[in-house]
């Protein structure tokens, strides 16, 4: 018979694989928005950038510097890449929460596993050390 504690860690330690699989699967679809999210971004960018080289005031500009910054400029001023810029922000975000919480999922999964093991050496060597002075008691022998 097992005590509580022990079966209750038995318990979560068979649960914890599914748990490290949801956050598995959330954390792979994170990534896939936010790999279309910057895909996105960077179309918004060059195409707000072309525009911005098309306007007479980019062509007044004459220092290689200026001009950078007034493109720079142009890509912040979309609405669009600014709202996908900071939802990009917010899915690294979630994606870093929901990888401290596999990793953490994953350490207590290995710590359980190794507490059970360790209990249940111990109680295989127990159990040995009892048949073997079972053995030596009903046959008069001593213990190897």
Excluded: C
């Amino acid at each position: 018979m097992l005590d509580p504690q022990t079966q209750q860690h038995i318990t979560r330690l068979l649960a914890l694989p599914r748990e490290i699989a949801r956050v598995g699967r959330q954390l792979t679809a994170l990534r896939a928005e936010k790999r279309d999210l910057e895909d996105d971004l960077k179309k918004r960018a060059a195409q707000a950038r072309l525009l911005a080289r098309k306007t007479p005031e980019f062509a007044a500009l004459t220092r290689a510097s200026a001009q950078e910054d007034f493109l720079t400029v142009a890509i912040f001023e979309d609405i669009q890449w600014e709202e996908d810029n900071k939802r990009l922000k917010q899915l690294q975000a979630a994606i870093d929460k929901l990888q401290v919480e596999k990793d953490e999922l994953q350490d207590e999964h290995q710590s359980l596993r190794a507490a059970l093991e360790g209990k249940y050496a111990e109680l295989l060597e127990r159990v040995l050390t009892e048949v073997k002075l079972a053995n030596q008691l009903s046959t008069g022998r001593p213990l190897a």
